[in-house]
């Protein structure tokens, strides 16, 4: 297993900010593309933003965009989201995912942390 | 965006039988297709990427085929621990997208 860990889950109220972190080891974590995926209480997964290598390439589902941020961190081997007016529709439990080298899926996940947006 | 629609939403097979999940995508997706399994209260696990390649440590049992727009995952000799379920993603472009899921259950 890798290990992928996040962090920084809970409850926020609408319109509200959070920041998700995921803290990696066991592999070369700067050689690895890196994803947000999440899942809403019920429902199925839905991909929300991916970052290459370098930092410099992102992309988000249409619904993030404008609102989340995809970063990483390659001397401390971490992956964040920073969520911002976020609604209730951001509930769910996002999972930190590693994509497989030169393979267009995802081969580690963390555990997920839940977030709960609500007044 | 690309749409991808699986069938049957669930299904209840015997322990042995075979069991086939389909997705179909809205637009081709070459061969940029993966199958994840996400057992209750877990989190999803890659099955198969590239459409038909087993993922290392992924019993034999189950096999992808598919290109363009129309896939296929196989589960041959249902066992217990294979009660989940089960996703496709296409990769061709972003948004990478899920289709809704597959509930497999035990008769």
């Known amino acids: 297993e890798v290990p992928l860990v996040e962090s920084g889950g809970g409850l926020v109220q609408p319109g509200g900010s959070l920041r998700l972190s995921c803290a990696t080891s066991?592999?070369?974590?700067?050689?690895?593309?890196m994803s947000w995926v999440r899942q809403a209480p019920g429902k199925g997964l839905e991909w929300v933003a991916y970052?290459?290598?370098?930092?410099?390439?992102?992309d988000y589902v249409g619904s993030v965009k404008g609102r989340f941020a995809i970063s990483r961190d390659n001397a401390r081997n971490s992956l964040s989201l920073q969520m911002n007016s976020l609604g209730a529709e951001d509930t769910a439990v996002y999972y930190c995912?590693?994509?497989?080298?030169?393979?267009?899926?995802?081969?580690?996940r963390g555990q997920g942390t839940l977030v709960t947006v609500s007044s | 965006d690309i749409q991808m629609t699986q069938s049957p939403s669930s299904v209840t097979a015997s322990v042995g039988d075979t069991v086939t999940i389909t997705c179909r995508a809205s637009?081709?997706?070459?061969?940029?297709l993966a199958w994840y399994q996400q057992k209750p209260g877990k989190a999803p696990n890659l099955l198969i990427h590239?459409?038909?390649s087993l993922q290392s440590g992924v019993p034999s049992r189950f096999s992808g085929s598919g290109s363009g727009t129309d896939f296929t995952l196989t589960i041959r000799g249902l066992q217990t621990e294979d009660v989940a379920t089960y996703y496709c993603?296409?990769?061709?472009?972003?948004?990478?997208?899920f289709g809704q899921g597959t509930k497999v259950e035990i008769k």
């Open positions: 993603q296409q990769a061709v472009s972003f948004p990478w997208t």
């Open positions: 637009q081709g997706v070459r061969g940029f």
């Open positions: 590239d459409a038909s």
């Open positions: 066991g592999f070369t974590f700067s050689t690895y593309w």
């Open positions: 970052i290459n290598q370098d930092g410099s390439a992102e």
């Open positions: 995912v590693r994509h497989k080298v030169a393979v267009r899926a995802f081969d580690y």
